[in-house]
């Protein structure tokens, strides 16, 4: 039996190194070498191929423990294979991890979307989920918290579980969690009907009237709506503008929603542009009073809507009739997604029942006037 006596022995040398096998333990040996120096080392059979691992010198490295590595190592080789109890260590609440991590992983998102993701947190999903620990979550706390929004809160759902699943799927990055455990992996959200408004001839009138009106007091906010009314841009696109953007005849934003962008200008937007004053020193468009960042439409806009008899109406419905009232032009859809930033088709997809309206109001216009060419009347 190899022990620390053995090896404290003056073994004799030779011209080549040489092995001394254990009696008790087979594998586990002490390899002498021509000068002198010993040292522990297992050979094992591996998926078929013979390896010798060295475990240390004898001068550096127990006897009992190179044999007790030896025994694990030999353990190890011969349960390959087969299943093994999955081993998770002790995890941070989640509390602790969203303090901890946050700033890491916001630092892939945009700020507002980092914001907004941070505000989800802390209102829909820390009041469930902040004392939990990281691996302990499962499929059925979540589907717990799903059902138990029913009514109201779906929307606040809908917003936060993405929000959710991207931190646990950070834990999984740092092995806080097993791989692919992610228990919001499937959860449906809930289906929300479709809020597609668009304006009419008579409410176009309507909001242009109460804009005359407000020019005078409310003079960005007025040009801010109208290069909305005209360009189908984003609310922020347009809010946010600096000067440095502004390439006629068109904008040139270096991010938005979906990257890079170009906005096309109509000579009414270019108009609306050129009258707006530049301030020296602001590189912001429209800046707010103190001229440190880009003005707030709240709370103007919810006051103006409401005088132009519009409750009902978001700032983002502007731009769902800029591409109505193109639909209505005959523009085709592809066109429509490159004036509104789309990246994806499947996005301006949506706009496809418009174009069929159009069709539809065509074919029966055609009819009629076939009907009566043919005297059966309209």
């Not at 289906?191 to 407000?214: C, F, N, S």
């Not at 991010?255 to 009414?268: V, Y």
């Not at 809507?305 to 519009?310: E, F, H, S, V």
């Not at 301006?348 to 005297?375: C, F, M, N, P």
């Amino acid at each position: 039996m190899l022990d620390g006596n053995f090896a404290r022995r003056k073994l004799p040398l030779r011209d080549k190194e040489y092995c001394i096998w254990d009696t008790e333990l087979p594998g586990f040996g002490l390899r002498v070498r021509p000068s002198g120096k010993y040292a522990w080392f297992v050979r094992l059979r591996h998926r078929g191929k013979h390896r010798r691992i060295t475990l240390g010198a004898s001068d550096e490295l127990d006897a009992t423990l190179a044999r007790s590595q030896a025994r694990r190592l030999l353990a190890e080789v011969a349960l390959d294979g087969l299943p093994k109890r999955v081993v998770v260590k002790a995890t941070p609440t989640m509390n602790d991890f969203v303090e901890t991590y946050w700033p890491d992983l916001a630092r892939g998102w945009k700020a507002s979307t980092a914001a907004r993701n941070r505000d989800a947190w802390r209102r829909d999903l820390a009041e469930h989920f902040g004392e939990s620990r990281v691996a302990d979550i499962t499929r059925a706390d979540v589907v717990r918290w799903r059902d138990g929004c029913v009514g109201e809160r779906e929307p606040k759902f809908n917003r936060a579980i993405p929000v959710l699943a991207a931190l646990l799927k950070y834990a999984e990055a740092l092995h806080l969690r097993r791989k692919g455990s992610n228990p919001c992996r499937g959860i449906s959200r809930y289906k929300r009907p479709a809020k597609e408004r668009y304006l009419t001839p008579l409410e176009y009138r309507r909001m242009a009237k109460e804009l005359r009106e407000d020019e005078e007091a409310f003079p960005g906010e007025v040009a801010i709506v109208r290069l909305l009314l005209y360009t189908g841009a984003r609310v922020s696109e347009i809010r946010d503008l600096r000067w440095d953007w502004v390439k006629p005849p068109r904008l040139v934003l270096p991010d938005s929603k979906t990257g890079p962008k170009i906005i096309w200008l109509n000579s009414q937007a270019l108009a609306i542009l050129e009258a707006v004053p530049r301030i020296e020193g602001c590189p912001f468009v429209f800046p707010n009073r103190k001229r440190t960042k880009p003005m707030l439409l709240d709370p103007w806009w919810p006051q103006f809507r409401r005088r132009c008899a519009l409750p009902d109406v978001r700032i983002h419905d502007l731009r769902h009739s800029f591409a109505s009232t193109a639909i209505m032009d005959n523009v085709p859809l592809a066109t429509i997604g490159k004036l509104l930033g789309h990246v994806l088709p499947e996005t301006t997809a949506k706009y496809a029942h418009l174009a069929d309206e159009v069709i539809a109001d065509a074919a029966q216009r055609v009819s009629g006037s076939l009907a009566a060419a043919i005297g059966l009347g309209r």
